[in-house]
Nanobody
Framework: QVQLVESGGGLVQAGGSLRLSCAAS????????VGWFRQAPGKERDFVAA????????RLADSVKGRFTISTDNAKNTVYLQMNSLKPEDTAVYYC??????????????????WGPGTQVTVSS
């Protein structure tokens, strides 16, 4: 069993930055993928970024490439999502997820087993 808790969300002006954290506890395997997804009101949950727990591979959605980065700190059992140059369209609830997910399927939400409760990110124009 794996427990995930997100933090770091908040209100920021367009062009600003936030760093989200996903603290993990429980039995985490080094080959697990950790993904970030986001969901705006009335919309589907969209892929943002993913990384393998050992940091071996990363992938980013096209909409955030060049602005967001994902990283891990295994000593702290934490995955970070650094978000720069934020835009109003980045406003959403951001969710952290984990599971034994093949790289080619990491952008698919239903492939993940464990989910955090989410953290709200609001970008004002």
């Amino acid at each position: 069993q794996v427990q995930l808790v997100e933090s770091g969300g908040g209100l920021v002006q367009a062009g600003g930055s936030l760093r989200l954290s996903c603290a993990a506890s429980g039995r985490i395997f080094s080959n697990y993928a950790v993904g970030w997804f986001r969901q705006a009101p009335g919309k589907e949950r969209d892929f943002v970024a993913a990384i393998t727990w050992n940091g071996g591979s990363t992938r980013l959605a096209d909409s955030v490439k060049g602005r967001f980065t994902i990283s891990t700190d295994n000593a702290k059992n934490t995955v970070y999502l650094q978000m720069n140059s934020l835009k109003p369209e980045d406003t959403a609830v951001y969710y952290c997820s984990a599971g034994n997910v093949n790289y080619y399927f990491q952008a698919i939400a239903r492939q993940y087993t464990y989910w955090g409760p989410g953290t709200q990110v609001t970008v004002s124009s």
